[in-house]
């Protein structure tokens, strides 16, 4: 019987909070913890929109960026100054797509939202989170849009969030946190609507294949999960 972080049973996500206006700058803020993984995610408004969509017609944009802060991890991660990693490209490209599925951009106007997510403290499903936080941060700005006029529409069609899930010594576990990640023989992310439309399943087999029986029991468990992380979002963004 494996025993896991905060005494949860295998289908238990880690205990999870988001705090809406973590800081008071840009439109939108929050921190989203998955047990000890933290990352506070930001929306920022830019009254214009990158050179080659110029001409589109009113449509907007939407992007992300994500980072892990030095003082995130046991050793020290180093800011990615000039040359992002392939890893961290495919996370912000990841955080950028899950949101833009559920946006309407023609709605948002010829401007920009890019949502930043750094990561003050790592301990498994950093991606996951941020998708999650990301999410409210965003329905929190354009809350804020449409309030000061310049959104006239919610661009918003429904909520996006993610988690990990994973199988270890042949258990099937949902929400992995830093010792478990290490150990799975399988590793997948989980990216839902609140609607229960996949938007990306990301799973690999780091140390032994796995059957078409065990990946069904994965989406079971991911999407009971995200029920209840759906439900932090509504109370986070009231």
Known sequence: MLSRSHGRTTAQTRPIKITPNFTSVPLGSVLVEYGETRVMCTAS?????????????GQGWLTAEYSLLPGSTAERSRRERQNVSGRTQEIQRLIGRSLRAVVD?????????????????????????????????????VEKLIKMNKIRTNPIREAVAAVSVGIVEGTLLVDLDYIEDQKADVDMNVVQTSSGLLLEVQGTAEKQAFSRVQLNGLLDMAQAALVDIFEEQNVASV
């Open 105 to 141: 951009l023609k709605l948002i106007g010829e401007r920009t939202i890019t949502i930043d997510c750094d990561v003050l403290q790592a301990d498994g499903g950093t991606r996951t989170a941020a998708i999650t936080g990301a999410y409210v941060a965003l329905k929190i700005a």
């Open 45 to 57: 408004v830019d009254e214009s929109v990158p050179n080659w969509m110029r001409g589109t017609r």
